[in-house]
C-alpha cells in the first residue's frame, strides 16, 4: 500500500511509467516501448533498475 506507493514516488518519472504500465497495466515490454517512446531494450533497463530500487527501499522500509 501506502510503502509502495511511497517507493514508487521515489523512481524517475520514466521508471514509475515503466513499472506502472508492465505491472498494473500488464502491457507487453513491446507495448510499454511504444507507449513511452523508447527501444525494448531501455524498457528492460529501466525496469530492471526500477524495481532494484523500489526493492532496495521497500527493504529498508521493512527494517525501520
Known sequence: GAAIG???GR???LQQQVV??????ELS????AAAVGC???AVKKLQRRGLASLR?????????
Not at 506502472?20 to 497495466?25: K, M, V
Not at 515490454?29 to 510499454?32: G, K, L, M
Not at 532496495?56 to 525501520?64: P, Q, V
Open 56 to 64: 532496495m527501499w521497500l527493504e529498508r522500509e521493512a527494517e525501520g
Open 39 to 41: 527501444t525494448q531494450d
Open 11 to 13: 523512481l524517475t518519472d
Open 6 to 8: 511511497a517507493a514508487l
Open 20 to 25: 506502472t504500465l508492465r505491472f498494473i497495466a
Open 29 to 32: 515490454v513491446a507495448d510499454t
